[in-house]
């Protein structure tokens, strides 16, 4: 889905032919091959596969939130998880601008607006994984010894790193997730008949349409991708055991991004201001579930040890500030939080 003169173009959406991995797949699992000639028959496919720049990576590998692999993702697009998700929050950006009666049908109830809405609000989120692998990434492939020289594993680029972390970051934006109080003033609670189901946002607001548990849901996902244990691991790691991580980014220094993207912004207005104050809420409570998390290893609890309580002393000098007005409340109980959450981890 691309944006053609400022607009939602579907010519390239579906595909009318089977591409070039089927044909792989199928002429490697039904040629029809003598036994003597099998193995090498199937090792030529693979090369001409390869040579291509066709990959092949199990779902094993690709499904866990934790995965690595620099392409290896599900249900994403484009060359570059992190460019391509700033490109898909351009079309969803102009998909949610469009959005309103004319988004459901004729005799529909007003009310199914929110329905139609839960795919167009999350259209980033297989992206969002995408880009989201791409921090503390690696690049590998399934080799074989005597198929020539080992390529290894190596770590996706800084570049690209602090592109993904940049990315992801606009997705935590009071501007990418509030809902705009047009779109929200035309949606009812359910028709009578009509109900919520699996597909819908949740709701802590009761009958009606709750817009800000709906960032806030967009917002879990996000940061409990960038802040998965195995991930952060695997982050300190990559800069230091090697001349190539010289210039990926530390635990330290995606911390103080994410921190410094959500928590320390200048306050929103209306609606906006709610949104913010949930972002912020699932970053500390993110932080402080992988304080106490087993899978933490030693040298990022460090690292989080030392952020939190860097948090709590900015959230309580921060609280009265001009430019964070309407957070006092909330500045107050992050920090209270912290400091009773850190008090009962195990040092």
Known sequence: ITLKDGQ???????????GEW??????????????????????GLISQA????LQYMSDPDARPKSGGHATGHLWDNGKNAATELTRVLNVRKVALE?????????GTPLS??????????NFHRYQVEGAAKLIAGVNYSYEVKGEGEARGVSPVSGEQQYQAIEALLTTLSPATLTISDELISLIPPKAYGYQ????????????????????????KHTIGLMLNAERLARLQQQTLYSLSGKDIPSVEKLL????????QQPSQKGLALLVQQRVNQQVVEHLLALWHSDKAVIEVRAELYVALKELS?????NGKSRQHQGMKAQFTLLAEQIDFSLAQGKM
């Open 50 to 53: 390869q040579a291509k720049g």
């Open 256 to 263: 103080t991004m994410i921190i410094e993207e959500t928590i």
């Open 196 to 219: 919520r189901d699996r597909e819908s946002f949740k709701a802590k607001t009761g009958l009606t349409f709750d817009p800000i548990t709906a960032a806030e849901a967009a917002a």
């Open 313 to 317: 002393e900015w959230l309580t000098s």
């Open 112 to 121: 199914e607006i929110e329905q139609v809405l839960v795919p167009i609000y």
């Open 8 to 18: 939602i173009d579907l010519s390239n959406a579906y595909d009318t032919d089977i």
């Open 98 to 106: 469009n959005f309103g009666l004319n988004s459901i049908a004729n």
């Open 22 to 43: 089927d044909k792989f797949v199928i002429a490697y699992g039904y040629s029809d091959l003598a036994p003597e000639v099998e193995q090498e028959a199937l090792a």
